[in-house]
């Protein structure tokens, strides 16, 4: 009976063309999953950064228990700290990257971590892992990327759509009363004048500069800071030349960055886990998560586009540069 209720939502919902999170079967309590089971007693944390990198919170009606991305990967790590049986992470990047300053958060949260537990970190990025994903993950001792990835993409993309003309077309017209002239800088009724691009120009170098100081120093010695700012003009890049050019250290799968994670914590063998809401879902390493499933919408697309806002962006968005 449950099952054809929950069923009849879901169809109500598609039906509707709504966007519905549901969280009925979350847990009040965070636990730990087994995906990959060992006789050692040692473990891996298997910690997921998927999606666009930001601040902002759940928007479904049934918000998630684990919070915005931030508060996910801070609070896995903190346990991560505290648990001595946990001898490596695998931090598993699937994301095109985000805002500046959230990127910019988890990079230091990941660093951090290392440098106060000891503990290796082994990034493996998935189908896409640019920009700010990219960032995060020069914050690792070694980065494993699939034969497929994709990633780059090394810089900075400030949004600021102009809706101007449309209002025109309208009949609308914005008054503005501001204190100086460049008080309303960036605002969306209004094009840009030529010292208004300059300014944000100047604040977009800098957090290009600011991101590749964080890759030379993930780095170091795998590629120098010259080659690197050639290569950080925004392309994107298939994971053989990465490899070749020191952006990252090998090409694999999960086996693999496995491997690396134990010779690295210096263990010859450990089980895979990890920390979940939604421990009812987590049945392997590839498992799908609930709300991943759980969240209706006809254009992933879409939610994306309503997820982003004016600002600046260690981001890869091709739908928004042509």
């Given amino acids: 009976m449950k099952r054809i209720l929950l069923l009849s939502l879901v169809v109500l919902v598609f039906a509707a063309g709504c966007h519905v999170h549901l969280d009925m079967l979350g ?25 666009i990198i930001g601040v902002m919170g759940d928007t479904g009606f049934f918000p998630r228990k684990d919070g915005n991305i931030l508060s996910q990967v801070y609070y896995r790590l903190e346990k991560a700290a ?29 660093k951090e971590f290392r440098a106060r537990t000891g503990v290796p970190v082994v990034a493996l990025m998935m189908g896409l ?12 001792d070694h980065i494993t990327a699939h034969p497929s990835t ?36 960036g605002s969306p009724f209004r094009g840009m004048s030529t010292e208004e ?35 950080a003009d925004g392309r994107i890049y298939p ?5 070749e050019e020191g952006l990252i250290d090998s090409i694999g799968y999960f086996d693999d960055a496995l491997g690396k994670v134990l010779e690295l914590a210096g263990i010859s063998e450990a089980k895979v886990v990890s920390f979940s809401y939604y421990p009812k879902t987590k049945t392997n390493i590839y498992a799908t998560r609930l709300d991943d499933f759980m969240t209706m919408d006809s254009s992933k697309v879409r939610q994306m586009m309503q997820t982003l806002k004016s600002g600046f962006y260690y981001l890869w968005i091709p739908q928004l540069t042509h």
């Fill in 27 to 51: 847990k009040d309590k965070i636990e730990e999953v087994t995906l990959a089971d060992s006789r050692a007693k040692d473990k891996i944390l298997l910690l997921d950064i998927s999606g």
């Fill in 82 to 110: 505290e648990d001595s049986r946990v001898k490596g992470i695998i931090l598993r990047l699937d994301t095109p990257g985000g805002e500046v300053t959230a990127s910019d958060i988890l990079y230091n949260e990941v």
């Fill in 129 to 140: 892992s640019t920009s700010g994903g990219y960032y995060v993950a020069s914050a690792c």
């Fill in 150 to 185: 994709i990633t780059g993409s090394i810089g900075v993309i400030s949004i600021f759509p102009n809706i101007e003309e449309l209002f025109s077309k309208i009949g609308v017209e914005m008054t503005v009363i501001k204190s100086g002239q460049m008080k309303d800088s």
């Fill in 197 to 231: 691009k300059a300014v944000f120009q100047d604040i977009v170098d800098g957090f290009h500069q600011n991101f590749i100081k964080a890759v030379a120093a993930g780095r170091k010695t795998q590629i120098s800071l010259d080659r690197l700012r050639t290569l």
């Fill in 239 to 243: 994971a053989p030349q990465p490899l």
